[in-house]
């Protein structure tokens, strides 16, 4: 199915005309955000055979459609009541706003629905996704579909219809987790009716239970009252006092002697006599410690039977987990790795667990190499990730069977693992000999096209080379003299610079070009013809071949593509006048069908052709008008503003700022539509909605509680509703408040703005004065602390504009807390960190004259020996010679060089240095080079 991702209404339901009803229902939805008021629709009918009984277009206006809302439309359309089928396609949307959308054919995307037809799963899905759930997500290339049907373009991150987020509807929605919730209600409802059975069963027992008991209580009191009581005394005294003390004595005896089933089947048969239930548990406890301490494989596991049974006695629980850590040790001591890793990988995190899973894995990996199991050992090792030497062993599966195959001069299967390790230095070695082994081997029997391949494979190794170009010249040859100029072509191209294999490769991509030509096949030939590079006919013959192309795809119609090639044709016969023609017609088709991007280009190859710059000046204005209509904004204005004067493009460039301003307020972006309302403000209202952004940008910031931002936005509307008294108490507000954190100049500045409200001025005064003086006390207790640093940092924060400022005063201490952290640095071997504060005061004392003609600074900038290699030498610290980057420290008569700047070391000596000249003697190899600034 196809579909117009474009179209802003979408079509729900439709119902076709009755005997009762004779006109067509449809039900749609407004997909946009704004008021839909008419469309223009078309109607196409077809019978049952597919033949076309009628074609109507109706424009339904005075619509009042409020955006994403469904509505209904009742047409008639001539013959309906005749046709199985109608095609519907709605080709434009008026809104209130006055834009309208306009169908493209480009728009149309085919897509395959997702409607659900199992309905057991479509009731899961809409129990978990809602009632407008069809389908399952779908992601189909160039778009995906939604839940609840609708096609969406691929780069929609959320759905246009329903706004369910795409991400989440794939998590959450997808067959697989839909499947998976769908099975573990349907688990649940199973488990829920088993208990209720188990409860009935459960109550049908207990019920036979007290029937059974009800029938012996009838019997026994039909024996004699005085009977039962002499007996019952008898039998108390002897049973009750006198058996189960002795039998429970004889029990633990049992116990004692490790005798641990007797034992437990003795106090069992005491039933609840004293302790006798714990006591049969202590049995167990025993006996299974008992067979753990054997160490033995069927003791263990029988031990393991024992505690499943006595689950939470004493530490019943952590010894069953340990006698089955002892099972996997023993298992892997056995050789038995693949049970043994079972064994460990289900205990989890018990103990050290996971170690012995790796610890059984790299056992069993080394067991399977020493059996020559490579291939499975190399998977297990490489799963291990670097535990041991896995990574070496792993290696070793590959090269100790190519180390082998090498030996058997089995070279096919040796380069078949080294090219699997291509970095590994024995690969690497090995590999060109391989190459030369197998290509000896196919040449000897005949097979010179792959022999040659191999020998190039095998790169410098011997006469590898010699030997592939003796393989593929000759045969070449022989398939070019043949008329086999494809195969001919491939093997000349693989030796080049053999001979000339570049020169005959070019001239079998002629011959195949020539036989494209007769074969009409234009553009395969004019690819060959362009390969043919050295071959004197080929440029006559890429003109023909894109002449007779221009002339064929002309007869195809397709002007454009003919056009082109005239175009490429060139100066050959009438091609340049063709193409022109062909693409002038072009370019208005693209025009008139609304297709502006490819009629730009067309018009723009055309140059002075006819009216073409104007036609490109009309096609660039239309589209900027249709950006427009789109509502994308940025783009029109960008394109208005780059037609300058033409036509309305000016001001059709500030409506487009102006809407997309407005836009921006709509979101609630007040700093985006300000800059763009500043930039047009005598347009419409601009000015008016530029202070209104400031002002909601200010109450909001406001609202934040930061009033010096709200502050500055204010001063620039005073004249704005009640703007300028919110300036006013703010701005009050907000000095007030940086004069308490000590801001004082900022406090300063805010004071000024004030004027003479309330005591500002006086404020202010107080702040400048109040603040220079701070920090110009900071400043000299950090000077006399040697802090320079802290002292030209804090120096540099002084505003000179502050009325308190003393030049005189600032100038002397700045200056000499500058030139001390200078020297500071200077001294600890940090001459480029120190340059940037003598720059700063180079007129002070002895800077100029002494400081900056250090060595360290008279070497920078670009130097060219007399043999042209060129030094620099950078104020970062770093320096190029030649091609190195390295980073250097100069001093007197010495240049120290390095790869790092913790490794300079002393290599060359400065014999000479002026201004513009400069000898270095490298100390290495007392080479000397003498360098001129070319700086």
Same mark, same amino acid.
């Given at each position: 199915?196809?579909?117009?991702?474009?179209?802003?209404?979408?079509?729900?339901?439709?119902?076709?005309?009755?005997?009762?009803?004779?006109?067509?229902?449809?039900?749609?939805?407004?997909?946009?955000?704004?008021?839909?008021?008419?469309?223009?629709?078309?109607?196409?009918?077809?019978?049952?055979?597919?033949?076309?009984?009628?074609?109507?277009?109706?424009?339904?206006?005075?619509?009042?459609?409020?955006?994403?809302?469904?509505?209904?439309?009742?047409?008639?359309?001539?013959?309906?009541?005749?046709?199985?089928?109608?095609?519907?396609?709605?080709?434009?949307?008026?809104?209130?706003?006055?834009?309208?959308?306009?169908?493209?054919?480009?728009?149309?995307?085919?897509?395959?629905?997702?409607?659900?037809?199992?309905?057991?799963?479509?009731?899961?899905?809409?129990?978990?996704?809602?009632?407008?759930?069809? *389908?399952?997500?779908?992601?189909?290339?160039?778009?995906?579909?939604?839940? $609840?049907?609708?096609?969406?373009?691929?780069?929609?991150?959320?759905?246009?219809? $329903?706004?369910?987020?795409?991400?989440?509807?794939?998590?959450?929605?997808?067959?697989?987790?839909?499947?998976?919730?769908?099975? /573990?209600?349907?688990?649940?409802?199973?488990?829920?009716?088993?208990?209720?059975?188990?409860?009935?069963?459960?109550?049908?027992?207990?019920?036979?239970?007290?029937?059974?008991?009800?029938?012996?209580?009838?019997?026994?009191?039909?024996?004699?009252?005085?009977?039962?009581?002499?007996?019952?005394?008898?039998?108390?005294?002897?049973?009750?006092?006198?058996?189960?003390?002795?039998?429970?004595?004889?029990?633990?005896?049992?116990?004692?002697?490790?005798?641990?089933?007797?034992?437990?089947?003795?106090?069992?048969?005491?039933?609840?006599?004293?302790?006798?239930?714990?006591?049969?548990?202590?049995?167990?406890?025993?006996?299974?410690?008992?067979?753990?301490?054997?160490?033995?494989?069927?003791?263990?596991?029988?031990?393991?039977?024992?505690?499943? /049974?006595?689950?939470?006695?004493?530490?019943?629980?952590?010894?069953?987990?340990?006698?089955?850590?002892?099972?996997?040790?023993?298992?892997?001591?056995?050789?038995?790795?693949?049970?043994?890793?079972?064994?460990?990988?289900?205990?989890?995190?018990?103990?050290?667990?996971?170690?012995?899973?790796?610890?059984?894995?790299?056992?069993?990996?080394?067991?399977?190499?020493?059996?020559?199991?490579?291939?499975?050992?190399?998977?297990?090792?490489?799963?291990?990730?670097?535990?041991?030497?896995?990574? &070496?062993?792993?290696?070793?599966?590959?090269?100790?069977?190519?180390?082998?195959?090498?030996?058997?001069?089995?070279?096919?299967?040796?380069?078949?693992?080294?090219?699997?390790?291509?970095?590994?230095? /024995?690969?690497?070695?090995?590999?060109?000999?391989?190459?030369? *082994?197998?290509?000896?081997?196919?040449?000897?029997?005949?097979?010179?096209?792959?022999?040659?391949?191999?020998?190039?494979?095998?790169?410098?190794?011997?006469?590898?080379?010699?030997?592939?170009?003796?393989?593929?010249?000759?045969?070449?040859?022989?398939?070019?003299?043949?008329?086999?100029?494809?195969?001919?072509?491939? #093997?000349?191209?693989?030796?080049?610079?053999?001979?000339?294999?570049?020169?005959?490769?070019?001239?079998?991509?002629?011959?195949?070009?020539?036989?494209? #030509?007769?074969?009409?096949?234009?553009?395969?030939?004019?690819?060959?013809?362009?390969?043919?590079?050295?071959?004197?006919?080929?440029?006559?013959?890429?003109?023909?071949?894109?002449?007779?192309?221009?002339?064929?795809?002309?007869?195809?119609?397709?002007?454009?593509?003919?056009?082109?090639?005239?175009?490429?044709?060139?100066?050959?016969?009438?091609?340049?006048?063709?193409?022109?023609?062909?693409?002038?017609?072009?370019?208005?088709?693209?025009?008139?069908?609304?297709?502006?991007?490819?009629?730009? !280009?067309?018009?723009?190859?055309?140059?002075?052709?006819?009216?073409?710059?104007?036609?490109? $000046?009309?096609?660039?204005?239309?589209?900027?008008?249709?950006?427009?209509?789109?509502?994308?904004?940025?783009?029109?204005?960008?394109?208005?503003?780059?037609?300058?004067?033409?036509? &309305?493009?000016?001001?059709?460039?500030?409506?487009?700022?102006?809407?997309?301003?407005?836009?921006?307020?709509? /979101?609630?972006?007040?700093?985006?539509?300000?800059?763009?309302?500043?930039?047009?403000?005598?347009?419409?209202?601009?000015?008016?909605?530029?202070?209104?952004?400031?002002?909601?940008?200010?109450?909001?910031?406001?609202?934040?509680?930061?009033?010096?931002?709200?502050?500055?936005?204010?001063?620039?509307?005073?004249?704005?509703?009640?703007?300028?008294?919110?300036?006013?108490?703010?701005?009050?507000?907000?000095?007030?408040?940086?004069?308490?954190?000590?801001?004082?100049?900022?406090?300063?500045?805010?004071?000024?703005?004030?004027?003479?409200?309330?005591?500002?001025?006086?404020?202010?005064?107080?702040?400048?004065?109040?603040?220079?003086?701070?920090?110009?006390?900071?400043?000299?207790?950090?000077?006399?602390?040697?802090?320079?640093?802290?002292?030209?940092?804090?120096?540099?924060?002084? !505003?000179?504009?502050?009325?308190?400022?003393?030049?005189?005063?600032?100038?002397?201490?700045?200056?000499?807390?500058?030139?001390?952290?200078?020297?500071?640095?200077?001294?600890?071997?940090?001459?480029?960190?120190?340059?940037?504060?003598?720059?700063?005061?180079?007129?002070?004392?002895?800077?100029?004259?002494?400081?900056?003609?250090?060595?360290?600074?008279?070497?920078?900038?670009?130097?060219?020996?007399?043999?042209?290699?060129?030094?620099?030498?950078?104020?970062?610290?770093? $320096?190029?010679?030649?091609?190195?980057?390295?980073?250097?420290?100069?001093?007197?008569?010495?240049?120290?060089?390095?790869?790092?700047?913790?490794?300079?070391?002393?290599?060359?000596?400065?014999?000479?240095?002026?201004?513009?000249?400069?000898?270095?003697?490298?100390?290495?190899?007392?080479?000397?080079?003498?360098?001129?600034?070319?700086?």
């Amino acid at each position: 199915m196809k579909i117009d991702l474009s179209c802003p209404a979408e079509l729900w339901n439709f119902s076709l005309p009755t005997a009762s009803d004779p006109l067509v229902s449809l039900e749609l939805f407004n997909l946009s955000d704004y008021e839909l008021t008419g469309l223009l629709a078309s109607f196409v009918c077809f019978d049952s055979s597919g033949k076309t009984l009628s074609k109507q277009v109706e424009r339904i206006s005075r619509l009042h459609v409020p955006a994403r809302t469904t509505f209904n439309i009742q047409i008639f359309i001539e013959d309906a009541e005749k046709a199985s089928g109608i095609d519907f396609s709605i080709e434009r949307v008026w809104y209130l706003t006055g834009d309208s959308w306009r169908k493209k054919s480009s728009e149309m995307v085919s897509y395959t629905p997702n409607k659900l037809d199992d309905d057991r799963l479509l009731g899961a899905l809409k129990e978990a996704a809602g009632k407008d759930a069809l *389908g399952f997500p779908s992601d189909q290339g160039t778009v995906w579909l939604c839940v $609840c049907g609708r096609v969406n373009p691929a780069r929609n991150s959320a759905c246009i219809r $329903c706004l369910r987020d795409k991400h989440d509807s794939f998590i959450n929605y997808n067959q697989a987790a839909i499947e998976s919730a769908l099975m /573990e209600k349907e688990a649940a409802e199973l488990l829920e009716l088993q208990k209720k059975q188990e409860e009935q069963e459960k109550i049908r027992l207990q019920k036979e239970a007290l029937l059974k008991k009800a029938k012996r209580r009838k019997k026994l009191i039909k024996v004699s009252l005085v009977s039962i009581v002499l007996a019952a005394a008898i039998f108390y005294g002897l049973y009750f006092h006198g058996i189960p003390a002795y039998k429970y004595m004889l029990a633990n005896g049992q116990l004692e002697l490790g005798n641990y089933e007797e034992a437990k089947t003795e106090f069992l048969a005491l039933d609840v006599y004293r302790d006798s239930q714990a006591r049969a548990l202590e049995c167990d406890y025993l006996r299974a410690k008992s067979y753990i301490s054997s160490k033995n494989l069927t003791s263990v596991r029988r031990a393991q039977e024992v505690l499943s /049974e006595i689950i939470d006695f004493k530490d019943s629980d952590e010894l069953l987990l340990s006698a089955k850590y002892l099972e996997g040790e023993l298992l892997r001591s056995k050789g038995d790795f693949t049970s043994s890793i079972d064994v460990f990988e289900k205990l989890g995190g018990y103990s050290d667990s996971k170690d012995q899973v790796l610890e059984s894995k790299y056992l069993y990996a080394k067991s399977l190499m020493d059996e020559l199991n490579y291939s499975t050992a190399r998977e297990i090792l490489l799963t291990l990730k670097g535990y041991k030497n896995a990574n &070496t062993l792993a290696l070793d599966c590959l090269l100790l069977p190519a180390q082998s195959a090498m030996q058997d001069k089995d070279f096919a299967k040796a380069i078949e693992i080294y090219e699997q390790i291509p970095d590994n230095n /024995e690969a690497a070695l090995k590999l060109p000999e391989a190459y030369y *082994g197998l290509a000896s081997q196919l040449l000897k029997d005949g097979n010179y096209d792959k022999a040659g391949e191999l020998f190039l494979n095998a790169g410098d190794y011997r006469d590898a080379w010699r030997q592939a170009t003796e393989c593929l010249y000759l045969p070449a040859l022989e398939r070019m003299e043949a008329g086999r100029f494809s195969e001919a072509k491939a #093997m000349f191209d693989q030796i080049p610079s053999y001979k000339d294999s570049a020169a005959l490769s070019d001239d079998c991509a002629f011959e195949l070009g020539k036989i494209a #030509m007769q074969d009409k096949d234009y553009d395969k030939a004019i690819e060959y013809f362009l390969q043919a590079e050295t071959n004197t006919l080929s440029e006559q013959a890429l003109k023909e071949a894109y002449y007779q192309g221009g002339l064929y795809y002309r007869e195809q119609g397709d002007n454009k593509k003919a056009g082109d090639y005239f175009l490429a044709a060139g100066n050959y016969l009438d091609s340049y006048d063709l193409a022109r023609e062909l693409l002038y017609a072009k370019g208005e088709e693209y025009f008139t069908g609304g297709n502006y991007d490819e009629a730009v !280009d067309i018009f723009l190859k055309l140059g002075d052709y006819k009216d073409s710059e104007d036609k490109m $000046c009309q096609v660039l204005y239309e589209r900027a008008y249709n950006a427009l209509s789109n509502k994308e904004y940025q783009s029109a204005i960008e394109q208005f503003t780059a037609l300058g004067d033409y036509e &309305t493009s000016q001001e059709m460039a500030q409506l487009s700022k102006y809407r997309y301003a407005k836009s921006l307020m709509d /979101e609630g972006d007040y700093a985006g539509a300000a800059e763009i309302l500043s930039g047009i403000p005598d347009f419409q209202d601009s000015k008016d909605l530029y202070s209104e952004c400031l002002y909601n940008q200010a109450t909001e910031l406001l609202g934040n509680g930061d009033t010096a931002k709200a502050s500055a936005l204010l001063m620039q509307i005073q004249g704005y509703k009640d703007a300028g008294d919110l300036f006013r108490l703010v701005t009050y507000d907000a000095a007030t408040e940086l004069k308490q954190k000590g801001e004082l100049n900022a406090a300063g500045a805010l004071f000024t703005s004030l004027g003479d409200y309330l005591d500002a001025k006086e404020l202010a005064l107080k702040c400048y004065d109040t603040g220079y003086v701070g920090l110009m006390d900071q400043a000299n207790e950090q000077y006399k602390a040697k802090n320079y640093l802290g002292a030209v940092e804090t120096l540099e924060k002084i !505003d000179k504009n502050n009325p308190a400022y003393k030049a005189e005063e600032y100038s002397a201490l700045y200056n000499k807390a500058v030139y001390e952290l200078a020297e500071e640095l200077f001294n600890d071997n940090k001459p480029y960190e120190a340059l940037p504060y003598y720059l700063k005061i180079k007129d002070y004392k002895d800077v100029s004259t002494k400081k900056l003609d250090r060595y360290a600074y008279k070497v920078l900038g670009k130097w060219e020996s007399s043999k042209g290699l060129i030094m620099a030498f950078n104020d970062d610290g770093t $320096c190029e010679i030649g091609d190195k980057k390295l980073y250097f420290t100069a001093s007197l008569y010495r240049l120290s060089t390095g790869d790092t700047q913790d490794n300079i070391r002393y290599t060359h000596n400065i014999t000479y240095l002026t201004s513009n000249a400069m000898t270095l003697r490298e100390e290495a190899t007392k080479k000397i080079y003498k360098l001129t600034r070319v700086d």
